[in-house]
């Protein structure tokens, strides 16, 4: 079992820059492929980011692409996604997951307002 607590999310005008944290616990966070989803208004929830379990190969939606970084420091079983140049679309609940085999777990996310 993972449980998974989001922080950093806020108000932000558009061009401005947030920085999230996805702290893990237990043990085995560096077993975890971690990833960043979010939610809109409205819409489906959908895919983000993601990073595996050593930090390599990080995946970005293409919405996001060279405007968002994600990294993860297994010492400190923490994820982070580094969002910069925000604009009003990137307003959502954003949801940390960590998925390892079969099992994905879920944060219970952090909301993200980017004023226009």
């Known amino acids: 079992q993972v449980q998974l607590v989001e922080s950093g999310g806020g108000l932000v005008q558009a061009g401005g820059s947030l920085r999230l944290s996805c702290v893990a616990s237990g043990r085995t966070f560096s077993s975890f492929t971690m990833g960043w989803f979010r939610q809109a208004p409205g819409k489906e929830r959908e895919f983000v980011a993601q990073?595996?379990?050593?930090?390599?190969?990080?995946v970005y939606a293409d919405s996001v692409k060279g405007r968002f970084t994600i990294s993860r420091d297994n010492a400190k079983n923490t994820v982070f996604l580094q969002m910069i140049s925000l604009k009003p679309e990137d307003t959502a609940i954003y949801y940390c997951?960590?998925?390892?085999?079969?099992?994905?777990?879920w944060g219970q996310g952090t909301q993200v307002t980017v004023s226009s």
């Open positions: 990073i595996m379990y050593n930090g390599g190969s990080p």
């Open positions: 997951a960590a998925r390892r085999g079969s099992n994905d777990y």
